[in-house]
């Protein structure tokens, strides 16, 4: 892999992770436009280094909320912390059953299919619309919530449906806080993206080259920091109702992409 294509591929993660413009459509308009050969056989590897990144740059930007709901659990008692952790498990059950059911199929669907990106890239684009529409509130996210906006979150596991749009859509449309819709939808896929680095690595499909580490490495830094900038900025953006610029966006690209697709 070359190190420009790391760095290219690790920013697009890195913003697009939080962004809510989708990270995995992204991903595959990228490596179309760079080419099948910009990441070849560490391509798994590379993936999951790119998504520990954008945890870990989850973790740090709220690092406050997640020291105070692990010392509410270790309180080992019904409280505010240990309620939100609850919902947090919650969330994960509609994606953590289609990983399981549908992971062969779901995969049929990253081998560069750049027309169902874009189109999803559209769906994507409806769902942000509707959220900077809705009123916002002070209500928190619920249990029943949860539930709701983890569907959302395994629908979002299709190439082109921006995780963060649709969780924080979903949330707003049920009526949550805006602020409170965002921190918990990037909240709830630290335990699902550490979930999936453990079952990559458990089944042995990693190819660890240190050959090319000097990529790797660079390509990590990159969706680390952009992921920093892109997840502070979103907070920002929410609460002040800019969904539908990133709705604009997804259009444009969307539609760029279907038409890319037609000279492939």
Known sequence: MEIIDAIILGVIQGLTEFLPVSSSGHLELGKAILGDESVPEESLLFTVILHFATAL???????????EIIKGLLKFKKNEESLFSLKIIISMIPAVLVGLFFEEQLEQLFGGNIM???????????????????????KPVSSSNAFVIGIAQAIAMLPGISRSGATISTSVLLGNDKTKAARFSFLMVIPLIFGKIAKDILSGDLNINTDGSIPLLLGFLAAFFSGLFACTWMISLVKKSKLSYFALYCIVVGFLAIGFSFTK
């Open 57 to 67: 740059s989850t973790i740090v930007v709220f690092r406050k909320d997640i020291l």
């Open 116 to 138: 169902f990106v874009g189109c999803m890239l559209l769906v994507t684009a409806v769902l942000l619309w509707l959220a900077d529409k809705a009123k916002d509130t002070a």
